[in-house]
């Protein structure tokens, strides 16, 4: 790190320090300030002979800067408030112990009541838009709290001495006023700290200008009603009843403002009520001090509970109703603009209940048209029985990827792909289908597939063509055979020398030889022909049969001798004969080849065996040179080719003829000398 | 019937039937091999004799049977037939002796004409044989002496240079010379050369050789 950046990191750790430190005082200022004005506050609610006031702030406010901060800073608040508290109580004439009494007393209050919440909510803030933190507030700073540091204060004050009440009169007043403070204060300085009280501000300032209305008329008419009751001269007869005056303002402020609008007004409600108390005005004003300040404490505290409460029990049910709403809508787009068909049908009857805009573009029915019928009536299954299948299928359970030809209103036809489930929708059972349209899909395929036949086609007759002179000679062997045996019968005739039996016998030879080259002539068209796939159950001995039958000749002709190894254990599997026939004769007509090389042993070994792993084998063995290491890896590319007239197709198309079979093409060259090629598929029983 | 022995080696069951039976149709006493070795063991290699073969078989192909007849100094003559128009294949046949080379199919007539001018060219090669061995036979009662009279005979040497050249008398030799004539049934001088040479015996020496 050079000198410039530790100057900077430096700088940096001081600048934060600053920062923290600027902070805390901050703090610390705001608690002194709002500690002492609450006492003064305090004492100014004071009903004069008695010693404890009506509304006591400076716990509560202790308690609320204190539930603000993490635990580590909550000597801060204690700290800040000790001088205030000196200054305040000091200058009306109390004794020093006793100062400092209800400095701990308060203190304890605060403490008390931050802990239990704490306690129980761990690491979340207490908020009061829940329920449950309400009723969690009121149980921990609003009862035990000011009641056991009541029992503290009023213990201290009999102690030292100090007023002339009783200990269960301070202990009655000094909780309640202590407990109404913390529902008053507690409240309004969280739900207003909450988001930043600049943040607050700002969005009450910019909100809607109807929304501003509606708060200056909730404000407006709570504190005209309150002035109209509480500081009317106490001997209106109408009294009593008045007192539920303020009530609608106050549930208006708290279903539309939520709990920072009933906390301000409630604020305004007790600052309005206990002022005219004081000034003895308002309903309160009944006999003692003592009874005037519990009259208005108990008012308050019946107010202020039941609206807490019930501030949250409606926030929280506004906000759950936001949500459902919102994920109800969310659901609803999804399915409406879903880029495949939906549809839901009633289980019991099918009658469809709702499709998506997407089945109604694909489909050309209308939302409306499709909505109580079904879709045998639209006729949208073009084969009904899979209607039938796919519904016995859902019964069941989940159905996915079921495939079926759907027809639209025009008669077009989709190949469709469904995912099917059973969902209980208002209490309705009812069938959810997704469908997908292939219809793209599957004419790619098909081309793809077409295109493949082509391929295999084509080096088919590459290959045939390679072989044109092999299969001229397996041809001319019966033709040979069948020309000889006819003119040996002229022959005889001619001379009449001829025995029926004779005569037979070469009648006889003459149609089996006019067989076997019709045999030949049928196989090479087969090999010629472009068709379907079809997979049948075969021998894989047969097959060998068949296609050294066509190459017997080339490869005799070519001096390579011919084993062949049959296996004695059935050898079947299911494939497409003259794919696997055009894979063969590939096999053998390339080892055909490479046994023409000098030094080659001309020996062709064809072997067939079930393998252990539910395979069987076809193995092609040759005598050549066997495959080179340079070219090994490339055997298989499509268009490699070690042929000056190749096409590079054969073993490529092999290949994937075998693989789309289920099955292996292997090559590997042998110790001795000469490669085989392993032809592995799957066996049927 | 002809008596020559004709035999037909082909590894094609059919063809092989069909060859033969047109070659009985026609007398000649053919018997159908499907391998040479099977033929190996049976034929006849004193007598004139045809063999009809196919040039591509597994195993010992018709060309290694070629040599191997060759090589046994058979009297039989080859008519190759052939699946295809092996060029290569046929010329070493032919340059090896082959009296024909045919062509599946072929025509009867074919057939019939290759194998019997092979029957022919065996015979001749028969009679040759036979000749040449009575000659030897001749050759043998002769004396070592007269052997000696006979090859400078044949050179066409006069008596009196062969008397100097083996230090005998003139008239000795008239009289060995006389008996050589006699032991090997010659008529004149020419009759002797003629015999030697198909014996490949007393060729003409170079002025200087010895």
């Known amino acids: 790190m050079n000198d410039s950046s530790k100057a900077t990191a430096a700088s940096e750790f001081v600048s934060r320090l600053d920062d923290r430190s600027a902070r805390l005082f901050l703090v610390a200022g705001v608690v002194a300030i709002a500690y002492y004005s609450g006492a003064n506050v305090g004492f100014a609610l004071t009903f004069a002979p008695h010693p404890t006031s009506v509304v006591w702030p400076p716990n509560a406010l202790l308690l609320a800067a204190i539930l603000l901060l993490p635990p580590r800073f909550w000597w801060l608040p204690i700290v800040a408030a000790l001088p205030a508290h000196l200054l305040v109580e000091l200058r009306s004439g109390v004794p020093l112990t006793m100062v400092l009494g209800w400095f701990v007393s308060n203190c304890t209050e605060a403490l008390i009541g ?17 329920f449950r933190h309400v009723c969690i507030f009121l149980v921990c700073a609003v009862l035990v709290a000011p009641l056991l540091s009541t029992f503290l204060d009023s213990l201290l004050v009999t102690a030292i001495g100090w007023g002339h009440a009783g200990f269960w009169d301070l202990v009655r007043t000094r909780f309640l006023s202590s407990a109404l403070a913390s529902l008053i204060i507690v409240p309004l300085v969280v739900s207003w700290t909450q988001g930043g009280i600049q943040g607050n501000w700002q969005s009450l300032r910019t909100a809607a200008t109807r929304r501003q209305v509606e708060v200056s008329a909730i404000f407006l008419g709570l504190i005209v009603t309150c002035l109209v009751i509480f500081e009317q001269s106490p001997d209106s007869a109408a009294m009593p009843a008045l007192l539920y005056a303020p009530l609608p303002f106050l549930l208006w402020s708290a279903v539309r403002l939520g709990p920072q609008g009933i906390s301000a007004s409630l604020l305004a409600v007790a600052s309005l009520a206990i002022w005219g108390a004081l000034h003895e005005l308002g ?26 409460l019930f501030v949250a029990v409606m926030t929280e049910r ?17 399915f409406r603009s879903s880029p495949d068909p939906i549809v839901i049908a009633r289980k019991s009857d099918l009658v469809i209940a709702d499709v998506n805009d997407k089945w109604e573009a694909m489909f050309g029915y209308r939302r409306a048209e499709a909505i109580g019928r079904t879709t045998v009536e639209l006729g ?29 209103r025009h008669g077009q036809i989709h190949h469709m792909i469904m995912s099917g489930d059973s969902v209980e929708i208002g209490g309705v059972e009812c069938l959810i289908t997704i469908a997908r349209d292939v219809t793209r899909q599957r004419l790619m395929e098909r081309e793809a597939q077409e295109q493949r036949v082509e391929l295999m086609h084509l080096s088919r007759v590459a290959m045939l063509g390679e072989l044109s002179g092999a299969l001229a000679h397996q041809l001319n062997q019966p033709l040979t055979a069948i020309l000889s045996n006819a003119q040996a019968a002229q022959r005889l005739l001619a001379r009449d020398r001829i025995e029926a039996q004779d005569l037979r016998e070469i009648l006889q030879d003459i149609v089996s030889e006019d067989k076997r080259a019709g045999d030949v002539i049928r196989r090479l068209r087969a090999l010629f022909k472009k068709g379907e796939t079809q997979l049948q159950k075969l021998d894989a001995n047969e097959l060998v049969r068949e296609v050294l039958s066509l190459v017997h000749g080339s490869l005799t002709s070519r001096y390579i001798r011919v084993a062949i190894d049959l296996s004695t254990l059935p050898v079947f599997v299911r494939g497409d004969r003259v794919q696997l026939q055009q894979v063969l004769l590939n096999l053998v007509s390339n080892a055909g080849e490479a046994m023409e090389a000098p030094g080659s042993v001309r020996l062709l070994t064809v072997k067939t065996a079930p393998n252990t792993d539910e395979r069987v084998q ?50 590997r060259n042998n110790p001795g000398g000469g490669a085989t090629f392993r032809i592995m598929l799957p066996i049927q029983q | 019937m002809h008596a020559e022995n004709v035999y037909v080696v082909d ?19 053919a018997s159908p091999f499907s391998t040479p070795a099977e033929f190996l063991a049976q034929y006849d290699a004193e007598s004139p004799g045809c063999l009809v073969l196919d040039i591509a078989m597994p195993g010992l192909d018709g060309l290694q049977l070629q040599q191997r007849l060759i090589r046994d100094r058979a009297t039989l003559a080859l008519v190759f037939i052939s699946g295809e128009s092996d060029i290569p294949g046929s010329v070493q046949a032919m340059k090896a002796g082959a009296v024909d080379f045919l062509t599946k199919p072929f025509d009867d007539r074919q057939l019939l004409q290759a194998v019997d001018d ?23 009662s002769l004396t070592g002496r007269e052997k000696e009279v006979f090859e400078h005979v044949v050179r066409g040497q006069l008596n009196k240079l062969i008397a100097r050249d ?24 020419a009759d002797l050369v003629r015999m030697a040479e198909r014996m490949g015996i007393g060729a003409p020496v170079a002025p200087g050789a010895r």
């Open chain 1, 318 to 334: 506004k906000e759950t109703r936001r949500a459902l709403q919102l994920s109800e809508e969310r659901s609803l787009k999804v």
């Open chain 2, 11 to 29: 590894d094609d069951p059919g063809v092989l039937r069909a060859v033969t039976r047109l070659l009985h149709s026609c007398g000649h006493a």
């Open chain 1, 283 to 308: 309903p309160f004003i009944a006999g003692s001090p003592a009874q005037d300040t519990r009259s208005v404490q108990l008012f308050l505290i019946a107010v202020a509970v039941p609206m807490l």
């Open chain 1, 380 to 408: 949208i299954y073009a084969n009904p029985g899979d209607r039938k299948t796919y519904v016995d299928l859902c019964e069941r359970g989940l159905v996915r990827d079921f495939a079926t030809d759907m027809r639209d």
């Open chain 1, 114 to 130: 931050a802990t239990c919440i704490r306690q129980v909510l761990r690491e979340e803030p207490l908020r009061f838009d829940s």
């Open chain 2, 166 to 189: 083996l230090g005998a008398a003139e008239k000795t030799v008239k009289v060995h010379r006389a008996r050589v004539m006699q032991k090997m049934q010659a008529d004149s001088l």
């Open chain 2, 118 to 140: 092979a029957l022919a060219c065996s015979r001749r090669t028969c009679e040759t044989r036979r000749d040449l061995h009575e000659l030897g036979k001749r050759f043998a």
């Open chain 1, 618 to 667: 076809i193995i092609v063995t040759d005598g050549g040179p066997g495959v080179p290491d340079s070219i090994m890896a490339r055997l298989f590319d499509p268009f490699f080719t070690t042929k000056p007239q190749g096409l590079g197709l054969g073993l490529s198309i092999s290949r994937s003829i075998i693989a789309a079979h289920g099955g292996e093409l292997l090559v």
